[in-house]
């Protein structure tokens, strides 16, 4: 909502506390882009949560893949 109420959570994968600090979500239109330690890359609907895509990997955060599934969330 507008007024900053939860309205879906998400587990996604276990991670190691506080690993991926300084990497956080990223919101590209009605898409929530969440990445995790493991490499792994998760899409969620901003609106209710369901996940939308996943890539599972070795993701380098600076590779050509990252924009391209970025992009895709568009």
Known sequence: SDLGDVVWTQRGIE???G???EVSPAVSGDTVIVPFSSGDLFAY???DGKE???YSGDLDW???KA???LA???
Do not use: D, H, N, V
């Open 45 to 47: 609907s901003a609106t």
């Open 67 to 69: 924009a391209e599934l």
């Open 72 to 74: 895709q969330a568009k």
């Open 19 to 21: 690993f991926m600090s």
């Open 15 to 17: 991670e190691a506390s």
């Open 52 to 54: 939308i895509w996943r």
């Open 62 to 64: 600076t590779s050509a």
